[in-house]
C-alpha cells in the first residue's frame, strides 16, 4: 500500500537547521513531483517547496528562498528538505506531498530559545 512517511523535525534555536526526510513506497516516485507544505496553528497549510519529478528544478515560497534546499533521490524514493537559518516563524507542522495526492502524516518543528 502506499505510504509516505516524514522524520526530521525537532526543537531548534532560532538560526539553527534541520534536515526533514520523506520517504515514499506503493506508487511510482519518480513519475511525480514532490512538495512540502506546512501549517502552523491557526493557519492554513502553506506550499513551502516543490521539486519535479527528475529533481532538475525546484520553486520555494518567499518566505523561505534562500534558506530552504529540497532535493530527492529516485534510487531511493526519497526527498529531503534542508532548512537553514531557520526563524521562530518557521515553526509548523511539515507534510510531505507526493504522488497522486498522497500525504504523509507529518512531522512537527519548533523553532524557539
Known amino acids: 500500500q502506499v505510504q509516505v512517511v516524514e522524520s526530521g523535525g525537532g526543537l531548534v534555536q532560532p538560526g539553527g537547521s534541520l534536515t526533514l526526510s520523506c520517504a515514499a513506497s506503493?506508487?511510482?516516485?519518480?513519475?511525480?513531483?514532490t512538495s512540502w507544505y506546512r501549517q502552523a496553528p491557526g493557519k492554513e497549510r502553506e506550499l513551502v517547496a516543490t521539486?519535479?519529478?527528475?529533481?532538475?528544478?525546484?520553486r520555494y515560497a518567499d518566505s523561505v528562498k534562500g534558506r530552504f534546499t529540497i532535493s530527492r533521490d529516485n534510487t531511493k524514493n526519497t526527498v529531503v528538505l534542508q532548512m537553514n537559518s531557520l526563524k521562530p516563524e518557521d515553526t509548523a507542522m511539515y507534510y510531505c506531498?507526493?504522488?497522486?495526492?498522497?500525504w504523509g502524516q507529518g512531522t512537527q518543528v519548533t523553532v524557539s530559545s
Open positions: 521539486i519535479t519529478r527528475d529533481g532538475g528544478n525546484s
Open positions: 506503493g506508487f511510482t516516485f519518480s513519475n511525480y513531483a
Open positions: 506531498f507526493a504522488g497522486i495526492g498522497y
